[in-house]
């Protein structure tokens, strides 16, 4: 698992609305702090209360400079029909390959959903050179971070 101080892993995905859109965390390094947010699924009862918290402090995040993303297992169509559901103003991002799941240390199952390979709510802080500042990883799915401490932890860079 990823943890603070260390290099935050790159990785290429797919935006929200996108079959063909490319998202690639390195572009994204050196304007400021980014926030990598990874949730389990859209349309799931804890991953709407979260994007939807982030989305309430989007305006605070933009003020810090951030740039917020978030991440999930979930095909592009997915992640736009949920963005335009709740108003969510910052991108996602489909990891359906798992790719970046995997390179933070994020996959699990849940097998009585009938999910597998999905990511762990999680949320990562990263500063111009992708070095991970801050780091928060849910003891159980259904949990979500700190807001405020996430806000803090992005204003202190």
């Known amino acids: 698992m990823v943890t603070t101080g260390e290099a935050a892993p790159t990785f290429t995905a797919t935006y929200r609305g996108s079959d063909h859109e490319t998202f690639d965390l390195a572009d994204h390094l050196g304007d400021g702090p980014v926030v990598l947010a990874f949730f389990p699924g859209a349309f799931t009862p804890p991953c709407s209360n979260e994007m939807v918290a982030l989305q309430e402090h989007?305006?605070?995040?933009?003020?810090?400079?951030?740039?917020?993303?978030?991440?999930?297992?979930d095909s592009a169509f997915s992640l736009e029909a949920f963005a335009d559901e709740y108003d969510l103003e910052f991108d996602l991002v489909s990891d359906m390959a798992g790719d970046a799941i995997e390179a933070y240390g994020l996959s699990m199952d849940i097998p009585e959903l009938g999910l597998y390979g999905i990511a762990n709510r999680a949320v990562f802080v990263l500063d111009d050179d992708g070095t991970v500042t801050y780091e928060w990883v849910a003891d159980d799915p259904t949990n979500e971070p700190d807001y405020e401490e996430l806000l803090a932890a992005v204003e202190s860079l």
């Open 58 to 73: 989007h305006d605070d995040f933009a003020a810090a400079g951030a740039t917020l993303f978030g991440v999930s297992a």
